[in-house]
């Protein structure tokens, strides 16, 4: 088990769950690619690693981005919101980034307008 910086985890604001929403950004375009779920543990690999780790609420595990699909995220920066309640993942995105192979999770229009 990796130790999370006890000035980082102190600053987090989780879910009863113990969970930290983190939305994933592509680092040099700002693209959107997904929202992931991040527990102390997660973020400290994450950090240490520099690959994006999450903690998956449907398998009750951890997994790392792209270690059996090879679709990897190295991670460039990770910001805490102002209310410490959500990450912001910065990452170069090999391959896609959604399970369904798009290369984002946010491919559908929602939006009223020309969006």
């Not at 990796?2 to 985890?9: C, H, M, R, S, Y």
């Not at 600053?11 to 994933?24: I, N, Q, S, W, Y």
């Not at 950090?47 to 995220?73: F, I, M, P």
Request: hydrophobic share 35%.
């Amino acid at each position: 088990m990796t130790d999370l910086d006890p000035a980082i985890a102190a600053r987090l604001k989780r879910t009863a769950e113990g969970l930290v929403p983190a939305v994933v950004q592509q680092h040099d375009t700002g693209e959107v690619l997904m929202l992931g779920w991040m527990d102390d543990e997660a973020l400290a690999r994450t950090l240490e690693t520099g690959r994006a780790t999450y903690w998956s609420r449907s398998r009750q595990e951890y997994w790392v981005k792209g270690e059996t699909s090879g679709h990897v995220q190295d991670v460039h920066e990770i910001r805490l919101d102002c209310d410490g309640d959500t990450l912001l993942v910065k990452v170069d995105q090999t391959g896609v980034a959604c399970h369904t192979g798009d290369r984002t999770c946010f491919d559908a229009d929602l939006v009223l307008g020309d969006g």
